[in-house]
Nanobody, 124 residues
Framework: QVHLVESGGGSVQPGGSLRLSCAVSGLSDIYHATGWFRQAPGKEREGISCIRSIDNYEVYADSVKGRFTISRVKANDTVYLQMNRLKPEDTAVYYC?????????????????WGQGTQVTVPS
């Protein structure tokens, strides 16, 4: 059974930083990829970052490249998203996601697993 539990959302002023965490269970010994999607009000879900378990290869959407950093600590099966220089357009519900047995191309096309989501708000 795979479970993804996010934490760390909140409200921050433009230019500030937040770090999201995702506790992952059920995938530690399996080739997989984990990452983050987000959904802003009235918009479609957007894949923004991914990290591959086999070698920690990272992928970023253009909208967050250079501002967000994904990382993974295998020892505690946790994936992090460090978000810097936040903008009002980053306001969204952020979802931790995972794909089983595949890499980041598959995850960004459509994850197998989703967390419950955590709200990030950057007021204008």
């Amino acid at each position: 059974q795979v479970h993804l539990v996010e934490s760390g959302g909140g409200s921050v002023q433009p230019g500030g930083s937040l770090r999201l965490s995702c506790a992952v269970s059920g995938l530690s010994d399996i080739y997989h990829a984990t990452g983050w999607f987000r959904q802003a009000p009235g918009k479609e879900r957007e894949g923004i970052s991914c990290i591959r378990s086999i070698d920690n290869y990272e992928v970023y959407a253009d909208s967050v490249k250079g501002r967000f950093t994904i990382s993974r600590v295998k020892a505690n099966d946790t994936v992090y998203l460090q978000m810097n220089r936040l903008k009002p357009e980053d306001t969204a519900v952020y979802y931790c996601t995972a794909v089983y047995g595949e890499g980041c191309n598959a995850l960004m096309a459509g994850p197998d697993y989703w967390g419950q989501g955590t709200q990030v708000t950057v007021p204008s």
